[in-house]
């Protein structure tokens, strides 16, 4: 684990540490698994996009299903597909 001074680093599988917790990317849970929200990066308007959707901060998601990074998800009372792409940007 390399820790920066501000409080927050990388481990090598990608997990992120910082102050509170660790952050890992939503590809990172595993089948049946369900986590918080704790960040939504990416660009404004895709943060909209997912923020409409139920992606929020402090809501819970849990992997349905993982195909290749591929995610289903369920947000809320919705289950929702999402690309390797975008669900790297949603920290847990």
Known sequence: TDIGRYGAGTQRDGRTFVKGGIRMPLTMLNFGEAAAIKRIGGKEESKRFLKNLGFTEGEKVKIISSNNGNVIV???????????????????
């Open 74 to 92: 369920q947000v809320k009372d919705s289950r929702i597909a999402v690309s390797r792409g975008i669900a790297n940007k949603i920290m847990v």
